[in-house]
């Protein structure tokens, strides 16, 4: 179950577990080296102690001085106190018996070295082994104390032995005091590289559950972008936050390729439709379109006959060449544009806004005639200024806004009704979309029917009209206005220059 844990909590277990290891691991052998150095510190010193004492020793025994002999071991247990060297330093004749002892009291003189105690006794079974010119160490763990025996000699001749003699508790004691200062040397250590360690682990986890959680989210479209200072190194953790980043990139790519295909998808289902309802809608046109014909030739020459005869015509004319501006592919060709046409659709618009109080403001200035087909900007005019009376509500304010130049017609409808959102502009011109069209776009609409709802068709057709005039058209909100911008250029094979109006 270790194994499965989150890494935010392995990691520093991992870790704190290989550190704690090594701390009882380094200790251990710390601790293995103080005790070898403690003992032979101990033989060292005492060694070299007894040694030096031998040499005076000598001739003490040798004169059967027994108090220069007393003298002589007793100096480092001066001050009353036990030496740092040695518990206790006993002088034996060639007997094996106590000539001197720095501890009279506890090793009575002419005493046999075995009747000391059987730690002695032992001792004295080995010096009866033992080459009579060679220093005996004897140490067992069964005994409470550890023996140095030093020969006193010279020219190789011996006439006794200095007994040095060790508390093992003392000793131990020693090592005790090191090991203690280990411990707590060991304990601050762990104290410190502990925590490091858990935070440590921890801050290396934290990169990757951040790209684990947004990992996650890719499937419902929300993965975040990459902070760059939440990992700003360039080791395999940056490379995984760089291979996140350009993941996450290219999938916003895919997503607005698929918004693109999806876009396409609609409009072709919207071109198949028009395709096949356009036969069943210019069949009845071209009839009234013939009979209007021959009313003009053979009615009566009343004016306002002609007048209204004229508006039908052309009322029908903009019918069928709408059917052939749903059809992406079609060619758009009719006459040119003239101010007289800009007439016409404030005349057809008047009703539907005076029928709901909304004030339309017009503001033209074109040219007598402009080399743009008349009927296709007509629908594009009434499209986007019904789009806006819808909008604007009653009592609101529409401001329609057409200029030319040269080089190009720019439009502008405004009005001071609901903005739109960003999410409703970037569905703005897709078909059969609520935001593409809220009504119905025809030229003789009356007031009641300019309320209807509408197919959704009314802003991609002014879409589809702009793309095949090579033009452009976008859309804008501010805090007060929504705003709609055309720009259609006079001659197609030029770059379309944005000229706006005031």
């Not at 858990?198 to 989210?217: C, F, I, K």
Request: proline content about 4%; hydrophobic content about 45%.
């Amino acid at each position: 179950m270790l194994f499965n844990l989150s890494l935010r909590y392995k990691l520093p277990l991992l870790g704190g577990l290989l550190i704690v290891v090594t701390a009882i691991a380094l200790s251990s052998s710390f601790l293995i080296q103080a005790w070898d150095g403690v003992r032979e510190d101990a033989l060292t010193s005492s060694e070299d102690l007894g040694k030096t004492m031998a040499r005076s020793l000598f001739q003490a025994l040798l004169h059967d001085d027994v108090w220069r002999a007393f003298e002589t071991v007793s100096l480092p247990f001066r001050d009353n106190h036990r030496s740092a060297l040695a518990e206790n330093l006993i002088v034996v004749d060639a007997n094996r018996q106590v000539f001197a002892s720095s501890h009279p009291e506890k090793h009575p003189l002419l005493s046999e070295l075995k009747a000391l105690g059987s730690d002695f006794a032992a001792l004295d079974r080995e010096m009866l082994a033992r080459p009579q010119s060679e220093t005996l160490i004897l140490e067992r763990q069964d005994a409470t104390h550890l023996f140095i025996a030093i020969p006193i000699e010279s020219d190789n001749v011996r006439i006794g032995t200095l007994v040095v003699a060790h508390s093992n508790e003392w000793i131990r004691q020693r090592f005790e005091t090191l090991a203690a200062r280990a411990s707590w040397i060991t304990l601050l250590i762990l104290a410190v590289l502990l925590p490091i360690n858990w935070y440590w682990g921890a801050r290396m986890v934290a990169p990757l559950r951040w790209v684990t959680g947004r990992l996650s989210q890719i499937g419902s479209g929300e993965a975040a972008p990459v902070d760059p200072t939440l990992y700003p190194y360039r080791d395999e953790v940056g490379d995984l936050y760089l291979a996140y980043g350009q993941l996450v990139e290219e999938l916003k790519e895919k997503v607005v390729l698929k918004r693109e295909v999806i876009k396409h998808e609609r409009m072709a289902a919207v071109g198949r439709l028009t395709a096949s309802i356009a036969h069943e809608i210019n069949n009845p046109l071209g009839g009234m379109l013939n009979a209007i014909s021959t009313l003009k030739r053979y009615g009566s020459p009343d004016p306002l006959n002609a007048k209204t005869i004229e508006l039908l015509e052309r009322g029908l004319s903009q019918i069928r060449d709408t059917v052939a501006a749903l059809l992406v592919e079609a060619k758009i060709t009719s006459r040119e544009l003239s101010a007289r046409d800009i007439d016409d659709v404030r005349l057809l618009l008047a009703p539907g806004a005076h029928a709901q109080d909304t004030e339309v403001l017009w503001q033209t200035d074109l040219a007598d005639r402009l080399a743009l087909p008349s009927t296709p900007v007509r629908q594009l005019l009434i499209n986007l200024t019904l789009n806006a009376i819808a909008a604007a509500g009653r009592d609101g304010h529409v401001q329609v806004r057409a200029t030319s130049s040269e080089l190009a017609l720019a439009i502008v409808v405004e009005n001071d009704g609901a903005v739109l959102s960003a999410a409703q502009r970037e569905r703005l011109f897709e078909p059969f979309s609520r935001e593409s069209g809220n009504r119905d776009h025809r030229e003789n609409l009356d007031s009641s029917e300019a309320n209807e709802r509408g197919n959704g068709l009314g802003l991609w057709i002014c879409y589809q009209i702009v793309t095949q005039l090579s033009g452009d058209i976008r859309a804008e909100s501010t805090a007060t206005l929504t705003r709609f911008i055309v720009n259609l250029p006079l001659d197609a094979n030029r770059e379309l220059t944005p000229t706006l109006p005031d």
